[in-house]
């Protein structure tokens, strides 16, 4: 299994609150995701990483900024929640070797804004 | 833009049976892979089984395997001898290796439930 966590795995909030989650990976792979999980709607892209300081936008990025300082971490920031982000979050690097173009996910996060 | 679509909201297997999970998708690119992950519910998302769009024979991964048919965007996975642990929700997803970064497209979900 890819060495990925996701902290905080819960957390509770109010609206206009900043909120940053942290993804965490020990595998040094370059390529990094958030996604959120709604119901009937699967999984969509946030935001992806290509490097140390390399972001660029999903399909669902407003409201949603980004940071990768360091090849294993990929921060998720909130920079004032509302309740239409309360979702789970997971995070997913790909994998090295024959499997670079699979993604692994992260145990997930499960944000609520009230 | 691609679409993956998953019409079975929710599946029933009796145990020790076989079910099939239909999943089509919509694209107009010949490279691509197409995954199939399951979400039990611990919420972990877990790899079950990948196949690679140029490759015509189709992928299994014990009890697990698709049948992939390039032509009719058809990509279904057929859970043989199923067990009590194979419920969970399982979701189809695509993969183009040109777009943003090659992010995974998913589909609704199916809903497996399995009966002892």
Known sequence: ?114 | AQTVTQSQPEMSVQEAETVTLSCTYDTSESDYYLFWYKQPPSRQMILVIRQEAYKQQNATENRFSVNFQKAAKSFSLKISDSQLGDAAMYFCAYRSPYNQGGKLIFGQGTELSVKP
């Not at chain 1, 669902?60 to 921060?75: A, H, I, N, P, Q």
Request: a neutral charge; proline letters at 4%.
């Open chain 1, 1 to 114: 299994d890819a060495g990925i966590t996701q902290s905080p795995r819960h957390k509770v909030t109010e609206t206009g609150t900043p909120v940053t989650l942290r993804c965490h990976q020990t595998e040094n792979h370059r390529y990094m995701y958030w996604y959120r999980q709604d119901p009937g709607h699967g999984l969509r892209l946030i935001h992806y990483s290509y490097g140390v300081k390399d972001t660029d936008k999903g399909e669902v990025s407003d409201g949603y900024s980004v940071s990768r300082s360091k090849t294993e971490d990929f921060l998720l920031t909130l920079e004032s929640a509302t309740s239409s982000q309360t979702s789970v979050y997971f995070c997913a690097i790909n994998g090295g070797g024959l499997n670079t173009d699979t993604q692994y996910f992260g145990p997930g996060t499960r944000l609520t804004v009230l």
